[in-house]
């Protein structure tokens, strides 16, 4: 179809997923409130405004995650993205 784009899904070590931020983490915060994000501080995604750094409850947390898919025994990928692109 013209005017689409195709995203590129691929696999990343574990220790990378463990990095990035997952829309789907939910902390406790205060009054028993939850979020997902850092907190009044946050930009966007999780990410403190001072430190540029993401708040460390709302990442990935890999193989410990039901979506999580092994793409072999070295990197996998988030199974919420759908499944990566077969011969990248």
Same mark, same amino acid.
């Given at each position: #179809?013209e005017?689409?784009?195709?995203?590129? *899904?691929? +696999?990343?070590?574990? +220790? +990378?997923? *463990?990095?990035? @931020?997952?829309?789907?983490?939910?902390?406790?915060?205060?009054?028993?409130? /939850?979020?997902?994000?850092?907190?009044?501080?946050?930009?966007?995604?999780?990410?403190?405004?001072?430190?540029?750094? *993401?708040?460390?409850?709302?990442?990935?947390?890999?193989?410990?995650? #039901? #979506? @999580?898919?092994w +793409?072999?025994?070295?990197?996998?990928?988030?199974?919420?993205?759908?499944?990566?692109?077969?011969? /990248?």
């Open positions: #179809m005017g689409t784009e195709t995203m590129t *899904l691929s +696999a990343i070590s574990e +220790a +990378a997923a *463990l990095t990035k @931020w997952c829309p789907h983490v939910r902390e406790i915060g205060e009054g028993s409130a /939850t979020f997902n994000r850092a907190n009044r501080f946050e930009v966007n995604h999780g990410v403190y405004r001072d430190t540029g750094q *993401l708040h460390p409850g709302c990442t990935c947390i890999g193989s410990m995650c #039901m #979506m @999580w898919q +793409a072999d025994p070295d990197e996998g990928y988030c199974g919420l993205a759908g499944a990566i692109n077969e011969g /990248t």
